[in-house]
């Protein structure tokens, strides 16, 4: 009960009486479920820490934290983690630092210092990086302190986000406190990989937007970034290699420059978010044709790329050679869907290659595909593929392949019986611009079904949140992603104890209700969660925790 009243409003229990039935029906159920008679039992007490810890225990201590908190222990060396501190402290002590008169002067706060242990000296961000942690806040009595113990920085980054959860400002008082403590933590993903697509493509997102949405994805603890950089109808980067391709933007206002490129892993990495380029080929590829119309079969046949001429695969290995040095991520996007292969059958020249070759034209898509593979494996990448890559042709892709899951459950159980690894992304569940797709089928879906064999669930990397850009920009592609993002991000980090069966459902509806809260609290454009249509407006007036 004591969680429920330091961390929720109380005006919470005097709101709710006069909107629509739905929503008083809802409220109901979501009082009884949590805060009534089976009060004591573990899942009604979960705290409110967005996604869920792996281990946790509190007890009923309150504890002031102040605002001129330092950061000590060897952590406190890493610029990754002194960049992060200063962010936290800024979203943590909001309300006391931005009006100079609330602070009180003579107040003995009792948590002065964070103390950040690191294990490791490396700073390489990359797949599977471990991103455990440990965070003691110790009691008023004992010795003080918040400590954060990480093997990596990266865990650190996590134990950070976990902290500024604990934190709340109370109005009373004033001061930013910590509800039962002492605290204690331990930590870690479930899964190595948990992405969001972001589509620039369809619609260009600006820098900012494109930061903000980074921003965001780690205080759900995301950690890749999957940059779906051009498309059929736009190609906003810079190649310096072919310099014309970027005549494929939609304007000359409406591209990416290398450093732009170069600022967006930048800023990612200080978060902990890998960011992992995709390059679709041999379809999607239409706007690289503005600059280079050659490499289409025809001025009137423009998809896919041509197939028989060298210089198509001169443009993409320069892509390629250009791109490797601005992400560092081991994982590069080769796209290979929805290759629709008439341009290449009905152009006579490319007709007669397929004859000379003696290929059909699924050959040449096979061709093609383990082509742009083997170009990327030279550069030490290992190339993800869309799913109708595995499912053409499943024994020919390169064995370090990861299978990029979309058209529908079931794939992931194949691809890793092949032994290869794969990305669950089934676009019933976890296709963001699906926005009649509710909350709870985001988060009740299950990256792992099927897959019952230890090692072959080893092989599912994680999933990934897509958000295709279609019908959605700057004006509300934030709220296309969340809260629904966090659905998936709980699903991805939190072992399944708490998160699925049993009363699951209604402990994470209000948990994440008031995680969408924490998201509006700091400036991110988060949805309703119960809305129908998932980005539109509240249906009434109301708290933002009953909506
Ligand atoms: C806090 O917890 C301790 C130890 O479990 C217990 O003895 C004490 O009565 C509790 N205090 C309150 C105010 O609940
Ligand atoms: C990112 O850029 C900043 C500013 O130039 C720099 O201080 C920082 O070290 C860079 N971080 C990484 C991880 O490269
Ligand atoms: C070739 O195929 C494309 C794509 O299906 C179609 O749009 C076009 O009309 C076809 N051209 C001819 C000459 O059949
Ligand atoms: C052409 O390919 C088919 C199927 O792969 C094969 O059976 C046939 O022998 C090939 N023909 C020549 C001339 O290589
Ligand atoms: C949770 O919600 C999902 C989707 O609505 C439903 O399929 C599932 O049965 C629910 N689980 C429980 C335990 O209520």
Redesign the pocket.
């Known amino acids: 009960m004591a969680w429920w009243h330091c961390n929720k409003p109380t005006s919470l229990t005097n709101t709710s009486t006069s909107h629509t039935l739905f929503i008083t029906i809802a409220f109901a159920f979501f009082i009884s479920q949590s805060f009534g008679a089976r009060i004591l039992q573990p899942h009604n007490s979960l705290p409110f820490i967005w996604p869920l810890p792996a281990k946790f225990s509190f007890g009923n201590e309150t504890l002031s934290v102040d605002p001129t908190l330092s950061l000590t222990g060897n952590g406190a060396a890493s ?2 983690v002194r ?1 992060a501190f200063d962010r936290y402290k800024g979203i943590v002590f909001k309300n006391s630092n931005s009006y100079g008169f609330l602070r009180t002067v003579n107040v003995a706060y009792d948590v002065t210092k964070l103390n950040v242990v690191v294990r490791s000296k490396s ?1 390489e ?1 990359q797949l599977g990086v471990d991103e455990s942690y440990n965070l003691f806040v110790a009691k008023v009595s004992g010795s003080g302190g918040i400590t954060i113990e990480a093997n990596t920085v990266f865990g650190v980054l996590r134990g950070l986000e976990t902290f500024s959860q604990l934190c709340s400002f109370d109005y009373s008082t004033k001061t930013v406190q910590i509800y039962k403590a002492p605290v204690s933590i331990r930590d870690k993903p479930r899964f190595p990989y948990r992405g969001l697509l972001l589509d620039t493509s369809r619609h260009y997102l600006p820098i900012d937007v494109i930061k903000q949405i980074i921003e965001s994805m780690s205080y759900a603890k995301f950690n890749v970034l999957h940059w779906h950089i051009v498309d059929t109808q736009s190609f906003p980067l810079e190649v310096p290699t072919y310099p014309k391709l970027w005549k494929g933007s939609y304007s000359k206002w409406e591209r990416y420059t290398v450093e732009d490129a170069y ?1 967006i ?3 990612s ?2 978060r902990g978010i890998n960011v992992m380029a995709e390059v679709d080929v041999p379809g999607h590829a239409e706007s690289w044709g503005a600059g280079y119309p050659d490499i289409w079969p025809s001025p009137t046949c423009r998809s896919p790329l041509d197939v028989t001429k060298k210089f198509t695969f001169d443009v993409l290995s320069g892509i390629m050679t250009d791109i490797r040095k601005i992400f560092p991520f081991e994982l590069f996007h080769l796209g290979g869907d929805e290759v629709n292969t008439d341009c290449w059958t009905n152009t006579t020249h490319v007709n007669k290659w397929l004859q000379v070759h003696n290929m059909t034209a699924n050959d040449a898509y096979q061709y093609f595909v383990l082509k742009a593979q083997s170009m990327a494996l030279l550069k030490n990448w290992s190339p993800v593929n869309w799913e109708e890559t595995f499912n053409t042709f499943p024994r020919k892709l390169h064995p370090r392949t990861v299978v990029h899951n979309w058209l529908g459950p079931g794939v992931c159980p194949k691809v890793v019986a092949r032994g290869l690894r794969c990305i669950f992304s089934n676009q019933g569940v976890w296709y963001l611009d699906h926005i009649d797709v509710p909350w709870d089928v985001v988060y009740n879906a299950e990256p792992l079904e099927g897959i019952h064999e230890a090692s072959q669930q080893k092989l599912v990397l994680g999933g990934e949140v897509c958000m295709w850009a279609e019908r959605a920009d700057t004006s509300d592609v934030q709220q296309t992603i969340w809260p629904r993002a966090a659905a998936a991000a709980e699903r991805l980090w939190s072992t399944t104890q708490y998160t699925s069966g049993g009363n699951s459902n209604s402990t994470a509806f209000s948990r994440l209700q008031y995680f969408r809260c924490l998201l509006n609290r700091r400036g991110v454009p988060a949805a309703p969660v119960t809305n129908f249509y998932a980005r539109t407006a509240p249906i009434g007036p109301g708290s933002c925790f009953d909506q």
């Open positions: 610029p990754i960049a700073e961000l600022d892993v930048n800023f990495k200080m």
